[in-house]
Nanobody, 126 residues
Framework: QVQLVESGGGLVQPGGSLRLSCAAS????????IGWFRQVSGKARAGVSC????????YYSDSVKGRFTISRDNAKNTVYLQMNSLKPEDTAVYSC???????????????????WGQGTQVTVSS
């Protein structure tokens, strides 16, 4: 059974940093691209970043490009999202999910992903 668990969220001031983790249980991540998404209450889930199975390919939404960095450690079965220069508009619940293939494809399409975790809340506020 595919299960992902996110952690690392919290309250941070504008300009601060957080690192989110996405850990897998019940399967190994190394064959799949993994995506990070975020959702604000009342709005649709939006793609943030994706990393290919090898880690050699990454993709970011325009809103986070240059501030967020996605990485993975397949030996630890974990994907990370380093978030720097955080802004209040980054406030959301962040979730990770598995893409059915090994590449990101250069776009975000929710139906391509499965195994959604519960998410972790990130709040950026002074």
């Amino acid at each position: 059974q595919v299960q992902l668990v996110e952690s690392g969220g919290g309250l941070v001031q504008p300009g601060g940093s957080l690192r989110l983790s996405c850990a897998a249980s019940g399967f190994t991540l190394d064959r799949y691209a993994i995506g990070w998404f975020r959702q604000v209450s009342g709005k649709a889930r939006a793609g943030v970043s994706c990393i290919s199975s090898s880690g050699g390919g990454t993709y970011y939404s325009d809103s986070v490009k240059g501030r967020f960095t996605i990485s993975r450690d397949n030996a630890k079965n974990t994907v990370y999202l380093q978030m720097n220069s955080l802004k209040p508009e980054d406030t959301a619940v962040y979730s990770c999910a598995v893409r059915a293939i090994d590449l990101c494809g250069g776009y975000f399409r929710l139906n391509d992903y499965h195994g959604w975790g519960q998410g972790t809340q990130v709040t950026v506020s002074s």
